[in-house]
């Protein structure tokens, strides 16, 4: 998880939202979702907001049935449930963009958005405060130093799931091998890991206030504060 600073929501979103009535899912809404879609990518980089995997606008063939209509590469989170918040159901600030999580497996299989499902958390993508409770460490898993949030990434998030833990450390192993190979016989200094993360977290494209349906503008490569995290179990809180 990496800190997401939110930006201006999507004009169509705010005069929707003046409707009588208006409501998430309701009369008129597919193109309001759309751009709510599209602004989600653009700040948040086309990472999910809570494992860092890739999201996307596109529309993908059904995994398990053919003849089912093709789905959306991303989901529209509410972080304060619609059921529980309906008064919150388009408030931009309440919204973040999340992967598919496993959606339509067991349970226990699934992650982010679709395993939190209705439950409230604590654990904030938007405040920096909470993700800076945040580490990873050397063997791929996800902890915080509040026990509140390590409830919410074990339980109701499912990021230490088994196959995350394993991709955050093949991720880790592989974005260090860069390093390693230049400090083999010497401690790896803090500045060259500062140096990588640098590199790491810069995205591809430049991001830009006016993406389209088709490009947010900007992304970063999938699980790349992983290091960062790893750095902050390493180094401490500075990080």
């Known amino acids: 998880m990496r ?9 169509e979103l705010k005069a ?3 409707v009588p009535g208006a409501a998430y899912d309701g009369k008129d809404f597919t193109p309001v979702k759309g751009k709510i879609r599209t602004a989600l990518l653009r700040d948040q980089l086309a990472l999910c907001c809570y494992c860092m995997r890739r999201i996307s606008s596109d529309a993908r063939p059904h995994p398990t049935n053919p003849d089912a209509p093709p789905v959306v590469q991303m989901k529209v989170e509410h972080w304060k449930s619609q059921t529980a918040f309906p008064s ?5 600030t309440n919204m973040l963009g ?3 999580g496993n959606e339509g497996r067991r349970p226990a299989d699934q992650t982010c958005d679709t395993r939190k499902g209705e439950d409230a958390i604590l654990l904030n993508p938007l405040d920096p405060a909470h993700v800076s409770t945040l580490s990873c460490t050397s063997a791929g898993r996800l902890q915080s130093t509040d026990p509140r949030f390590q409830k919410d990434i074990d339980d109701h998030l499912g990021l230490n799931h088994a196959v995350l833990v394993a991709t955050r450390k093949v991720r880790l192993d592989r974005d260090l091998k860069r390093i390693l190979i230049k400090y083999r016989t010497s401690p790896i200094p803090e500045s060259a890991i ?4 640098a590199e790491l977290e810069t995205p591809t494209e430049t991001p830009t206030e006016t993406p389209t349906e088709t490009s947010t503008g900007g992304k970063l490569p999938e699980l790349c504060s992983v290091v960062r995290l790893w750095a902050r179990k390493r180094f401490g809180a500075q990080w």
């Open 3 to 11: 800190a997401i600073a939110k930006r201006h929501e999507p004009p």
């Open 194 to 197: 500062r140096a990588l993360v």
């Open 16 to 18: 929707y939202r003046a």
């Open 98 to 100: 999340a992967c598919l």
């Open 88 to 92: 919150l159901q388009l408030a931009w």
